[in-house]
């Protein structure tokens, strides 16, 4: 197995191609987990061929506590098929429901004759469903 500290560099390094793609200003990453911009800087540095910090959890949890960052984001730091989701403190009915039904619905689709694997579920379906069962488990109210 790879050493785990070279794997997360690499998670931070694209964590932080991802921050610079959607626009997210370091600056208000930093100022909202409440550490100074240098420190943010030395767990997700820019430019090629720079090595990052090894971020540490009080870290990860200052950027979740201050929602510094999405939480798609941070969940790219964690082992594959590991995410963050805020637990909800109430549901609603109503979008837990549409979001079943979705669900439902596209596993119909998925398991027809016409569909790309048949009644067997195509990868591409797959990730879909999976996509729609998230949703579904993290339906909230507003």
């Known amino acids: 197995m790879r050493d785990v500290d070279d794997i997360m560099r690499e998670r931070q390094l694209a964590v932080r191609r991802e921050i610079d793609r959607r626009g997210i200003a370091i600056k208000a990453i930093a100022f909202d987990a409440g550490i100074s911009r240098e420190t943010l800087l030395s767990y997700f540095p820019g430019g090629e061929n720079r090595k990052p910090a090894v971020i540490p959890t009080s870290v990860v949890f200052a950027i979740i506590e201050g929602n510094a960052l999405p939480l798609e984001l941070v969940s790219m730091l964690l082992p ?47 990730d879909k469903l999976t996509r729609l069962a998230v949703v579904a488990g993290t339906a909230v109210a507003a």
């Open 80 to 126: 594959d098929g590991a995410m963050v989701v805020r637990v909800p403190e109430e549901i609603d009915h109503d979008v837990l429901c549409e979001a079943m039904q979705a669900y439902l619905e596209e596993k119909a689709r998925a398991h027809r004759l016409d569909s790309p694997m048949g009644p067997a579920i195509a990868p591409c379906e797959h």
